[in-house]
């Protein structure tokens, strides 16, 4: 008992460690050759990414080497791929635009001290088992904040694509006015670069698959050659750039010279000033980091039986967020594409994970000498087709013909992200999905029930044919008791004990009450004494253990007294009716 | 017919002229009685309250003529007294501080600004039927804020009571430092006008009524010369004052000139700046306001066995102070003690507020000459008396033996105004119950259920002895399915059915779930792929109309099919049962 209870500890804690152990050699070499290939997708995507989010195109390097190696050790997901993602590198920018104010040295610092916040928030979040907090944002929401920031990025890339100089400050309509004012800056060796690495890339995904299994190569192995197109298409215009002179001769725009290795770790940035002035955005990127990291590492470990823990989680990505500070880079997350592509390639645990970290650590010590050339226009290309794929805008037709409320909210968040900026966008989406399901609770339905025929069934007057009694007022109300709802509750029970006056005895049918919170407790409360002061007795039936439990030890229970709770309405029909003459209903 | 409808809308529209018409001679008298006794409360409170809000007293007489008018037109109640409230008194003040920056002409103008755009909020509310909107303050935030408003109220009119001088401006803490470091200025006669009114006061409330019902007074004549103390009190301490020449010998401060008459209506605050500004603060005292009149209309009718119309109420109190913005007055709302007097004494009708009102025009005709002398400290007596009985801090110990997490909303609330400030107390009371509901909601109650005995009732396997059979896992979600809950319901179900393994059909059980929202809808797709991807059917059971209405058209429900979704847990198992063996729990 007390080894497994070790070992239980010891896979809670360091879940690799425990993994390895019961792995075998097989295992392990598949573990590999996944990691090698989800190393191939990284690479590029870390360049680009950094670049995305404003840094020099290292630091997507250095946050893929220290940080996954750190989730690798502490994570519950065996499949997950962490690194750059593309959606919390554009809030860095957005974040740190405002924050740096042309200053260089402090974006570079502000994206260390968002990192560890961001890291920091997480921790906090797991010790303190607020996980819970992240349901702020819901589904709706959360896919609309990915479509506008997906629409949004393409937008950011355009100016690369094209070689026309747009102020990085810029929102979204006004990256569209920049470019036609200046259109005549257009760069056509530039664009030449960018659209013939869009045209490879698109061609690489479907159509080079299914041209390769047509010619009866395994779709496996189709897959893998599929992905390993995009660093095919740097490095066949890396050296078409070198080989035309594209900087020098035709003013194309290019990566530059690359520091060669992984820089130590350092805590310079933990003295730096401005920690305040980002936690809200760190806290949004941790937010959403986790978020989407937790929806892939919940839907790869069902597939395979295995579980994550969602505390865990928050802990594992809390430390690795610190753990990217401090080597130097942006924040990190869990990627979608990433991971699909690491548990296709059949990821079996997270030795993967610190596979890919060593690749990417020798590709940085041994290839950024060659990367000076790489246009940027073909990191953009990219970027582009790595998040068009996360544009759903028919997600918003199928919220809409589902549920209207909650695509508002998805619309709205949409809109929001493209005219407001990625933190306003999704406050506005998601505080309007709340205030919708406030809405949609405000009006709990109450209906007034009468017996059916001869049995000891109680229902809705409006839809069956039942039997009521003058003087007794049966109402069932189908929705918890809380703040909310407790205004329109009561209205709502004033109204109807005022039409059907007069009245001996009311029964409060709580069969559909989970839950009643102290404004529902007044309004029980208030209603009691209202009703004893015109001589007016309230019953309860059907009350709930949980919500029974919570109310005996209250003055409204004890005004009642255990003569007016009843099991059930029939129960307290029965137990009334020698003072109520039989009637029927029109 | 047709004559009942007009008779209704008017009703609707104009609840006055229709009472009136059925009303007579005798309940008019009444009305005019009660019209006359609430009238003395208020005058010496109108100018008490203007005081409060940092505005010229006679402001407190322009606040209770014309917007009580409009209100008595329009209202619903019957018997609900607007006029100028402490609480809104003292929001408007923490507004226009900041707001003002010391400028008087600002600062009145600011308060006019404040009034319309509290009423255009209330009436945007009322037309666009968002009441449910001002549902977010739950009744521990509202009695915690005005416990917290009224403890604040009497901080502030220390410094008016003792004559030692105190910046406006100063916190809950400064106030009491202020006071210590200048006490010294402390103005003995100040003090003593200030203490002798107190004593009066307080002695004319309970003390009062026992001593004239011990000597054979009726209780309802000891009640109303009770409440004529406050306008007794005023009249004395103006005459000390004036005689003994308090203003000039002794140093104590007087209303001093207050113009006679009341202005006519303008509309020149219109052209002032600073709306945008004023929006947030105006919204809050608009909902405050708003949440204390309907409370009281609501309680005060039902006694009567009439009723009050929550949406008509906003139009009514929306169009009551975009008349005291014309009036130039402050914001007004339905105030709690006032209406109680009101309808004690007999009100049956607005008719009695409009005897009120004229009262207090004819009393800025004829009386504010001789309140020249009326020393400052009477008035701050009269508001800590009036808003004494606003703090009840035991509601605080009685909320959190039911509640802890309300308790902590509540007590949040109060520390918050205090330390925080009126409005941002508020918002972190409000912001926290709404976290608080969400914490609940997240983590809903999910069971795992079997046959009881040869019944059809399917209960809890850890609770009752029940049947289950090998293969077939039964579920019961007892809560909405909604973004706050849908990733721990997804976490559970994916827990409980790796741990039932191997499984070939899993019936969710949805007779506690009335609403599933586009999150929930997520979760049960995506549940229902991953299951079919293992071989695993799902099926539903007992789910409810509303919510069988909403699935219908979507995807789920055509892949699940007919023949999956079942009436109830038994039906479900009979359907299931030809590929399970029986098998008892453990």
Not at 269 to 286: D, N, R
Request: charged fraction near 15%; include cysteine; aromatic fraction near 6%.
């Amino acid at each position: 008992m007390a080894a497994s209870g070790k070992a239980r500890r010891q896979r809670q804690w360091l879940p690799l460690l425990s993994d390895l152990r019961h792995g075998n050699a097989a295992q392990w070499l598949q573990d590999g050759l996944a990691g090698t290939i989800t190393a191939i997708l990284l690479v590029p995507q870390a360049l680009a990414y950094a670049l995305l989010a404003g840094m020099p195109p290292e630091v997507g390097l250095y946050a893929s080497v220290l940080p996954i190696i750190v989730y690798a050790c502490l994570g519950t997901s065996r499949t997950l791929a962490v690194g750059p993602v593309a959606v919390a590198a554009v809030m860095v920018s957005s974040a740190l635009i405002p924050f740096a104010q042309g200053d260089p040295q402090r974006y570079l610092t502000g994206a260390l001290i968002l990192s560890c916040l961001s890291g920091g928030t997480l921790l906090m979040m797991g010790i303190l088992r607020l996980g819970w907090l992240t349901n702020f944002i819901s589904h709706p929401v959360l896919s609309g904040f990915t479509s506008g920031a997906a629409i949004f990025i393409i937008a950011t890339q355009l100016s690369a694509l094209s070689g026309i100089p747009v102020p990085r400050e810029a929102g979204f309509i006004a990256i569209f006015t920049e470019l036609a004012r200046h259109a005549d800056k257009l760069n056509p060796a530039t664009l030449a670069f960018g659209l013939t690495s869009l045209v490879l890339l698109v061609l690489s995904r479907d159509p080079l698959k299914r041209w390769l299994t047509a010619r009866g190569v395994g779709s496996g192995q189709a897959a893998i050659l599929s992905r390993v197109a995009p660093l095919i298409v740097v490095a066949i215009t890396t050296m078409a750039s070198s080989i035309t002179g594209a900087h020098d001769r035709y003013g194309v725009d290019v990566v530059g010279r690359i520091p060669q290795g992984l820089p130590g770790v350092s805590l310079a940035f933990l003295q730096a000033s401005g920690w305040l002035a980002l936690l809200p955005s760190a806290a949004l990127i941790a937010l959403i980091g986790y978020v989407e990291s937790i929806s892939v590492a919940k839907a790869l470990a069902f597939r395979r039986g295995e579980k994550v823990d969602p505390d865990q989680e928050l802990v594992a990505l809390g430390a690795t967020n610190i753990a990217a500070a401090c080597a130097g880079a942006m924040p990190v997350a869990g990627g979608f594409a990433r991971s699909m592509v690491n548990f296709d390639a059949g990821a079996r645990t997270q030795l993967a994970a610190v596979v890919t970290a060593l690749w990417v650590a020798l590709s940085a010590f041994l290839f950024t000498g060659l990367l000076a050339d790489l246009p940027k226009s073909v990191l953009a290309a990219i970027i582009v087709v790595a998040v068009w794929q996360l544009i759903d805008l028919r997600a918003l037709l199928h919220t809409w013909s589902y549920d209207k409320g909650d695509a508002m909210a998805q619309g709205l968040t949409i809109v929001g992200v493209l005219l407001l900026g990625i933190e306003h966008g999704l406050l506005a989406g998601a505080s309007l999905s709340l205030l919708l399901f406030l809405y949609r609770t405000s009006r709990p339905h109450i209906a007034v029930v009468g017996r059916l025929g001869d049995t000891e069934h109680y229902r809705n007057v409006l839809r069956h044919p039942v039997q009521t009694w003058r003087g007794l007022l049966l109402v069932r109300i189908d929705e918890n008791l809380y703040f909310a709802n407790a205004p329109r509750v009561e209205s709502e029970l004033h109204r109807l004990i005022v039409e059907h006056q007069p009245l001996g005895d009311v029964v409060l049918i709580m069969s559909g009450v989970a839950y009643v919170d102290t404004s529902g407790l007044d309004v029980l409360d208030t209603l009691e004494r209202e009703l004893a002061a015109q001589g007016i007795r309230l019953h309860l039936a059907e009350v709930k253990g949980p919500v029974m439990d919570r109310l005996m030890h209250t003055e409204l229970i004890r005004r009642i007294g255990a003569h007016r709770i009843h099991l059930s309405a029939h129960q307290a029909v029965c137990a009334i009716r020698g003072n109520a003459e039989p009637e029927r209903s029109p």
